[in-house]
């Protein structure tokens, strides 16, 4: 019954997102025709090299490439054009910079994304841990501003900041000082912070395309009913008992981190809650058992976006078990109980700060014998609070 509750689940998950992911939008292919359509919005966190699109909501979906495409965009959101362009190549990891100060350049076509548009923009590329801005004067092609940690020798790390006189030297206006430009970061919010003092100061009709949504911590408060069960199982000797499925109260926190990218569409989190089943069986074969554990299930959710503030979400991940004053009795022989692990999946419904999820637990191992074997498994209707 859980699987198919499950499965139903999923099924409306899929519908929401074929509704939700299609915005209007537009793309200008090769010969400079505009198209107006609906593009699959997944809030890119790496640059695209193609899109998905159609003309309307009921029409099959049609890939469009790099080759065919100039330009594209979604309503109200990003904008990309294709550009032939050099592009640093060198890695900012530690173990693995270079001891040159001057970039590793590419030549590669790609599409930048437009972060602020006027008569001079600011794009930006992203694949991977590499991250480059560009500023770009319609008269001229993209020009990437140059930012690159090298190693000055083994154990000094120098940085070559010429993106600052970049800027110095294309954005000539009153309002910006060398002041500006002289602490200046590499970093999305601060350039576009110098880019708007020049829009500002030369009356420049501009747009500014909303930064990608950082990381953000959320906590909430859980409860709900734990319907878990226990089977001993001991093949050799003939052993196969359980003790059925019982309701029990369970409680705990959460802590989620919506990730930043597609739209805060993916998040990671962990649930500490308190699980707990006491059953006693004392006919011929006594069979008792006393469980208190705090289960830790830390996992992925993706959450599918239906009309503002609702949301389902699918769950998946690994749980941690630690059992403490546990009893485990089989005709009198009492067994250590250890801690265990196990799968879960689960789907649910969120509306604004309140949700509630169907959460499947696989068999998690109790005990470690020869030939015996106890599994703890659960099935949880978890209810949520979310507190910020």
């Not at 206006?173 to 576009?192: C, G």
């Not at 395309?209 to 408060?221: D, F, G, M, N, R």
């Amino acid at each position: 019954m859980m699987r198919k509750y499950l499965l139903f689940f999923v099924l409306i998950g899929y519908q929401a997102i074929a509704q939700i992911e299609f915005v209007p939008g537009f793309y200008i292919d090769n010969n400079g025709v505009r198209t107006n359509c609906l593009i699959r919005d997944e809030g890119w966190r790496n640059n695209p090299t193609s899109f998905q699109y159609k003309q309307s909501p009921d029409q099959q979906s049609t890939t469009a490439t790099i080759e065919r495409v100039s330009k594209f965009g979604v309503d109200q959101g990003d904008l990309y054009e294709r550009f032939t362009v050099k592009i640093d190549q060198s890695s900012k990891n530690i173990n693995a910079l270079s001891k040159e100060k001057q970039p590793e350049f590419k030549e590669m076509t790609v599409f930048l994304k437009y972060v602020t548009e006027a008569d001079i923009s600011l794009l930006s590329y992203e694949a991977g841990d590499h991250v480059r801005f560009f500023v770009y004067n319609k008269n001229s092609a993209p020009e990437q501003l140059i930012f690159k940690d090298y190693l000055l020798d083994p154990s000094t790390i120098a940085q070559n900041n010429y993106f600052r006189q970049q800027l110095y030297t294309s954005l000539k206006s009153a309002r910006l000082t060398q002041k500006d430009f002289e602490h200046l970061q590499y970093k999305q919010q601060d350039l576009v912070r110098v880019f708007e003092k020049y829009y500002a100061d030369n009356g420049s009709a501009h747009t500014v395309t909303k930064e990608t949504s950082k990381t953000a911590i959320h906590l909430a408060v859980t409860g709900g009913v734990n319907f878990s069960g226990v089977r001993l199982v001991n093949d050799a000797q003939n052993v196969d008992i359980s003790t059925g499925m019982h309701a029990s109260p369970g409680f705990g926190f959460e802590v989620e981190s919506i990730l930043p990218y597609n739209h805060g569409k993916w998040a990671i989190f962990a649930n500490p809650n308190y699980h707990y089943l006491k059953y006693e069986e004392t006919s011929v074969n006594p069979f008792i058992v006393d469980y208190k554990a705090v289960n830790i299930p830390i996992g992925v959710r993706h959450y599918m976006f239906l009309k503002n503030p609702s949301r389902l979400f699918l769950t998946g991940g690994y749980a941690l078990g630690f059992s403490f004053s546990s009893a485990l009795q089989y005709r009198g022989f009492k067994f250590d109980v250890s801690k265990g692990g196990n799968l879960f999946f689960g789907a649910g419904y969120n509306y604004g700060k309140y949700a509630i999820e169907v959460r499947y637990n696989t068999m998690q191992s109790m005990i470690v014998y020869s030939f015996w074997d106890a599994g703890y498994g659960a099935v949880q209707l978890v209810a949520s609070y979310k507190l910020f």
